[in-house]
């Protein structure tokens, strides 16, 4: 079998907090309108829920999973992110939230979690896994409705922090579209662009 050759990374100029927000914003737009979404379902009658069920079965893990999915990448947004290529709070945007309670319990209690229900099938899952009893995994039925506040909160102290993020404007409209579409499933999205 012949030898790959390995290919040489492609560089390219970090992209700047104008470049850069447009990302965020989707992150935090799809995690509202997904918990929106579930908040609603949530409300719904046995009877009214069985309806939707014909036409989108289980559409509670796939809102669940979206929850999870954007909610993770938040999380890593705010913590700085793994690859140098990952949009990150405080290298793009100026935004040092490291020692705020909601992200160390998202970090701690929450990731490792996430981590393990969405990137791997694996044997953890199974009750009978060794350890698994002295470290459950999360109740996602109860712990997403935190996840999604706790982001906002987070979304709420960058807006706030001294001396302001890059881009503070647009995300101070951010987090009033957030507020708006987690409540509102009819909130019209406008793109927000940072100026």
Not at 85 to 98: E, M, R, S
Request: charged share 30%; proline share 7%; net charge positive.
């Amino acid at each position: 079998m012949a030898k790959r050759k390995k290919k040489e990374g492609v560089k390219m100029t970090p992209l700047s907090a104008e470049e850069a927000f447009p990302h965020v914003a989707d992150a935090y737009r799809w995690l509202a309108a997904s918990a929106c979404s579930l908040d609603s379902l949530n409300k719904m009658s046995c009877e009214d829920r069985q309806k939707i069920d014909t036409q989108l079965p289980n559409i509670d893990v796939a809102l669940d999973a979206a929850i999870l999915i954007y909610g993770r990448a938040l999380i890593e947004f705010y913590s700085g992110g793994k690859q140098n290529t990952d949009i990150g709070a405080k290298h793009h945007f100026d935004i040092d939230l490291g020692k705020d309670k909601d992200l160390e319990y998202l970090r701690k209690k929450i990731l490792p979690g996430m981590n393990v229900h969405l990137a791997h099938i694996t044997e953890y899952r199974h009750p009978s896994y060794p350890g698994r009893a002295t470290k459950p995994r999360p109740n996602w039925n109860t712990e997403i409705p935190g996840i999604v506040d706790r982001l906002v909160n987070l979304l709420k102290r960058a807006v706030e922090q001294e001396p302001p993020p890059k881009c503070q404007a647009a995300f101070k409209e951010l987090l009033t579209a957030t507020k708006a579409r987690r409540t509102d499933s009819s909130h019209d999205w406008k793109p927000i662009t940072p100026s």
